[in-house]
Each structure stands twice: as C-alpha cells, then as structure tokens.
C-alpha cells in the first residue's frame, strides 16, 4: 500500500515528528499514521507515547475523533496490539471516538481474530477521514 496523505489546509503538522509516528491535528480530529512497518517491544510505548502527548495536548469538540492509520504496517506483535487497546482507553477516557485507517487484510484479520477490530471503526476510504477529521 502507498502511504495516505490528507490533502487538507485545515490542519497543524507537529514540527517534531516521531520515526516511529507522525501526528496531525484537525479540527475535530487527531490523525495519527503510523510509519513502521510492524509494531513491536521497541516500537509500541513510543508510539503510544506520542498518540497519548497528542490527545491530551488538543482540545477537541465534543465528538472528536483519534484516526491511527496502520498502512505501513505489516507486522503487530501481542505487545502492538495492547497498544491499541490503550490507545483505545485513552480516546474513552478524552470523550474521542477512535478510529483505524488502511488496515491490510492480513492485519484485519488479526484484530478481528483478537477482537480488538470491535473497539475502534474500521475505516476504509479517504472520503470518509475528510468527513471525519473535518
């Protein structure tokens, strides 16, 4: 898959970006696209770490979303995929609806065969994150 860029003027782009992640800001939403291509003991607290700094550090609207885009991923291990659990707990705790975006099939698969798919609203097209992140 080709990385997805929002091609949007709406938005703030963090000066600093992770290698790991890279974080924008949108009017109702926090898209976050993740850069590595799998999510491991290494990659995943740093990840999390950055996508925490991100919905704590944005005043949303009520309804707000956090977007994790997981097109470059190809690889999640058990500890990855507590990550987005966590993720999912932070965007409860924030009063933000989460989202996943550019899921492969065969990641698809592993989130739903973990039951985590039912957490977050899977995302397939680029019409619906416009209408999302606003």
Do not use: W
Not at 39 to 53: C, D, K, L, V, W
Not at 68 to 91: F, K, P, Y
Not at 101 to 112: E, K, M, V
């Amino acid at each position: 898959m080709t990385p997805y860029s929002l091609n949007s003027t709406n938005h703030s782009r963090d000066s600093a970006l992770s290698q790991f992640v890279a974080i924008e800001r949108y009017p109702r939403g926090v898209y976050a696209r993740i850069a590595c291509p799998s999510i491991g003991q290494r990659e995943a607290p740093i990840i999390a770490g950055e996508i925490s700094e991100a919905i704590s550090g944005t005043a949303l609207p009520r309804g707000g979303a956090i977007v994790v885009d997981l097109s470059n991923v190809v690889m999640v291990t058990s500890i990855g995929l507590g990550m987005c659990v966590d993720i999912r707990r932070q965007a409860e705790a924030s009063k933000l609806k989460p989202y996943l975006f550019g899921t492969n099939r065969q990641l698809l698969d592993i989130l739903r065969m973990m039951k985590i798919d039912r957490q977050f609203t899977v995302v397939h097209g680029k019409d619906e994150l416009g209408a999302i992140l606003g």
